[in-house]
Structures are given as C-alpha cells and as structure tokens.
C-alpha cells in the first residue's frame, strides 16, 4: 500500500486522512505528489507537483467517454450477433422436430448497448 505524503493535499484536508494507492500507482492523483511506502511521512513543498488543470480533466473525460462508446458498440454488436447464431442454431437443430430457442434477452441488450454507442458517438 502506498500512500500520498503531501500535507496540503485536496483529499487529505478534505477527509483528515492520507489518501491510499495500490502498489502499482506512483502518483497522487489529486496532487501528483510521489507516493511513499509508509503512512505519516511528509514531503517538503517544493516536491509536489500542481494538480491536472481542468483542461487535462476535459481531455481525460473525452477520451474515456470515447472508450465508453466503443465499448457500448462492440459489446451491443456481440450481443445482438451471439442471440441470432444460438437462435439459428437451435432452429437448425430443431428443423426434424424438436424444441428451439428464441433468445431475445441477449439481443434486446445488445440493442439497446448498441444504441448508447451510437448517441455517445453522435454526442461527440
């Protein structure tokens, strides 16, 4: 566990406590201080780094609502491509007599996964 040591941090003056990482993130992400492996150390002022200005969190949010979008839309094309292969393979399984499947779940969800996409994309 890694922890933010800037006493002037947004979370810690916010919350009355150091700010927690795991021990992969090298940087507090609401001042960019370097993290430290020990609870209670401090570090001198000139160490931490500015916070992201909000232009940096516009680009950010972009582009993880860019991402979102293509996600919707691989995920809602999935769906809607996996409910028509198990419903044409249970009919084709079934053409002698037999039971097969309709399956709407999937495909009424990858519908409306595919939908969002396509309005976070126009919305773009």
């Not at 201080?33 to 680009?59: I, M, N």
């Not at 950010?60 to 044409?88: E, K, M, W, Y």
């Not at 002698?96 to 495909?107: A, E, R, S």
Request: net charge positive; hydrophobic share 40%.
């Amino acid at each position: 566990m890694k922890y933010c040591p800037n006493p002037q941090c947004r979370h810690r003056t916010a919350t009355r406590s150091q700010a927690e990482y795991f021990d992969d993130v090298v940087a507090c992400a609401d001042c960019r201080a370097p993290l430290v492996g020990e609870p209670g150390l401090f570090v001198k002022a000139s160490e931490v780094h500015e916070p992201v200005s909000p232009v940096g969190y516009q680009k950010l949010r972009d582009v993880t609502s860019d991402g979102q979008a293509r996600l919707d839309l691989v995920t809602g094309a999935f769906c809607i491509v996996g409910a028509v292969a198990l419903t044409v393979g249970t009919f084709v399984l079934a053409l002698n007599g037999g039971t097969y499947f309709v399956v709407l779940g999937p495909l009424v969800f990858g519908i409306s996964r595919l939908g969002r996409g396509w309005m976070h994309r126009a919305g773009k």
